[in-house]
């Protein structure tokens, strides 16, 4: 029995150094783990930082197009409403009796026979 005894405690003893040596790789391979996941979950931290920084600032400068895109529309409307104002000048210009009428206005230009006096502007304080 002694045999068998000293070969059973070799087992064991085999057995338990065998599971010690695992236990150690188990320990490392999940330390091992434990900072993959960490450096993957600071990594992925700092992507969704990053790109939810560069969505905000190009909202940002989205919303800041925008109201100067309506700027520019407002402007373009006035531009229009003055340039349909300034062909309907060229049209009347285009006609001699209000040229004339200009000319008799502005520059005291008269029409034989016709005298020019010039009134001062009414006060409205009285």
């Known amino acids: 029995m002694s045999r068998a005894r000293r070969r059973l405690q070799e087992t064991t003893s085999r057995y338990m150094q ?3 040596v695992y236990d ?3 320990k490392r391979r999940q ?3 434990y900072r993959r996941l960490a450096v993957y979950g600071m990594l992925t931290f ?3 930082g990053t790109f939810f920084s560069i969505f905000f600032s190009q909202n940002k400068l989205l919303n800041e197009k925008l109201e100067e895109k309506e700027a520019v529309e407002q402007e373009l409307k006035k531009v229009n409403a003055e340039q349909i104002d300034l062909r309907e000048e060229i049209k009347k210009l285009n006609d ?4 004339g009428e200009i000319a008799r206005r502005d520059f005291f ?3 034989k026979g016709e005298t020019i006096f010039k009134l001062p502007p009414e006060s409205e304080t009285n």
């Open 18 to 20: 065998e599971r010690e």
């Open 24 to 26: 150690k790789i188990q």
């Open 31 to 33: 330390r091992g783990l």
């Open 46 to 48: 700092i992507l969704a």
């Open 96 to 99: 001699y009796e209000y040229v």
């Open 109 to 111: 230009f008269s029409k």
